[in-house]
């Protein structure tokens, strides 16, 4: 699944994208400010993710410095509205932009296979460059945050090292896996989709195990949701679960912030481990629904490929016969008539001949892609086999489908096939047509296929480029 940017959907002012960047980097600032205890960096800290992500998925974004100052001010902003001191301000957030370059740098490579997660591998790529980008803005931290804070080095660097792994492996997938125009037009519609096709028991389940984890408690409790997040994983897809996957372990970061574990660095050892422990946790889930997602996309292409004609896009025969039989039985069960019509190019072994098999399929092509452009969406259009396609129209009385066939057959005759000397090729068109007379008649689609092809045998015999129709008292 290719997904466009997020913010290419409507018409582009230029202040527009620049607009949304600093906002977005302010807004998620402002929340990462609001888990800050007091003394110490914040406990969590989404902007990077969401900077990175953004700059990801508008590649335009980042050649220019606008998207980078843009960034900065929206840091700065934030910070020193909420009453941080300059220096400190410029420090901390000049690393922050540090860690976003490194890990745009890391990840510029693989953007088409990590935007939308279209590549199952795209969930180590997310590992291995958030491990990267947390690193290249733990380093220049570091010593700003002993400055800041006059704490020890190593107690500052793995603090920050934590905190931005578990950022960039919860925010990072959710801003990546977005849906196409989610940012603008909130359609709820479709986001809550994949709920109302595979319906409420995984969610269910998952707050089911939330809950056991909640009253049972202890260091096992981050692991009771994997199974419910699984299912969540193969039920919803990959954007629900980055969107799960941020809600459950923000829930578990605040029940251990209100229970156990302070965020401050007097316990390192615990406060790393809770944060990598949930940020690896959730690339579980992750893989699973990146893996579901193209499964059911290569099935879905398989299918495709299995039930269309690979050179005209027809329907393949099979497709025809089992989709038109179920047409035929639910027509006569309504008493509608149903027209079926045979089509034969005629002479298209001298066609193929004269100028070659790649001429032929191209005549076959057009002639699909005419024939396509005068259907209703509820008419059926196979390949048959060769040369020879198959029409069935509902609710279509004989006279009608007589004229149907004769316009596909006039409209072809027309048709200006180019050769490659630049002369012109004219393909003309034989076709069989049988109709029911409802009520009375029921027959099989392989009963109405037959006297359309004895119509058509009659079309050939007789002259070729003609419409002839077979009628049931023809026997
Ligand atoms: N280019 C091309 N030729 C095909 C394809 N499938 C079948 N054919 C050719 O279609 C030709 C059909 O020839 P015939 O069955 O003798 O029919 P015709 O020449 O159209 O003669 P009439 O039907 O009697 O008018 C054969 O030469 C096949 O090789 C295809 O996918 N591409």
């Not at 699944?1 to 600032?29: E, H």
């Not at 107690?155 to 959710?174: G, I, K, R, V």
């Not at 409420?200 to 009771?224: D, I, Q, R, S, T």
């Not at 059926?380 to 129209?393: M, N, S, T």
């Amino acid at each position: 699944m290719s997904t466009p940017p997020i913010a290419t959907q409507q018409s582009a002012a230029p202040w527009r994208d620049p607009l949304l960047l600093l906002a977005s980097v302010f807004a998620a600032c402002l929340l990462g400010i609001a888990s800050r205890p007091a003394g110490y960096s914040a406990a969590i800290w989404p902007a990077n993710a969401v900077l990175l992500g953004l700059l990801l998925r508008n590649p335009s974004w980042a050649r220019g410095p606008t998207a980078w100052i843009c960034a900065l001010v929206g840091y700065l902003t934030a910070d020193m509205l909420t009453g941080a001191p300059w220096l400190r301000a410029l420090g901390m957030n000049g690393a922050n932009l540090l860690g976003v370059a490194v890990g745009w740098l890391f990840f510029r490579p693989y953007a088409a296979s990590i935007v939308g997660f279209t590549r199952q591998r795209a969930v180590l790529t997310l590992l291995a460059g958030s491990s990267v980008a947390a690193l290249g803005s733990a380093l220049p931290a570091t010593p700003v945050m002993q400055w800041a804070f006059a704490s020890q080095a190593w107690t500052d660097m793995l603090m920050w090292l934590s905190s931005e792994m578990y950022n960039l492996l919860l925010f990072l997938p959710l801003v990546l896996a977005a849906p196409r125009g989610w940012f603008w037009q909130w359609d709820w519609a479709r986001l809550l989709r994949p709920l109302r096709q595979a319906g409420v028991a995984p969610l269910l389940a998952l707050l089911a195990c939330e809950a056991l984890a909640y009253f049972v408690n202890g260091p096992g409790m981050l692991g009771f949701a994997v199974p419910a997040l699984v299912w969540c994983a193969m039920a919803y897809g990959v954007f629900p679960i980055t969107v799960l996957n941020l809600l459950v372990c923000s829930w578990k970061t605040a029940v251990a912030a209100l229970d156990t574990i302070s965020f401050l660095p007097d316990q390192l050892a615990a406060v790393t481990s809770f944060r990598l422990g949930m940020a690896l946790l959730s690339l579980a889930p992750l893989a699973v629904a990146v893996a579901h997602q193209l499964r059911s996309q290569t099935l879905s292409q398989l299918q495709q490929a299995v039930d269309h004609d690979h050179l005209t896009g027809a329907l393949s025969r099979r497709k025809l016969m089992e989709q038109g039989a179920r047409l035929v039985q639910r027509l006569h069960q309504q008493g509608a008539p149903v027209a079926v019509l045979l089509m034969d190019l005629d002479h298209f072994k001298r066609i193929n001949d004269s100028h070659g098999h790649a001429q032929g399929d191209t005549v076959l092509r057009e002639f699909a892609a005419l024939v396509q452009r005068n259907l209703r969406p509820q008419d059926l259009f196979g390949r048959i086999g060769g040369e020879e396609f198959a029409l069935i129209l509902p609710a279509t009385a004989a006279s009608h489908a007589q004229l149907i066939g004769e316009r596909l057959r006039s409209q072809l005759r027309e048709h200006p096939f180019r050769l490659q000397d630049g002369s012109a090729l004219q393909v003309t068109l034989s076709v069989g047509l049988h109709a029911t007379q409802p009520p009375s008649q029921q027959h099989s689609l392989e009963r109405l296929l037959a006297w359309a092809d004895a119509a058509l045998y009659q079309a050939k015999a007789l002259g070729r480029d003609q419409v002839r129709g077979h009628w049931a008292d023809q026997g």
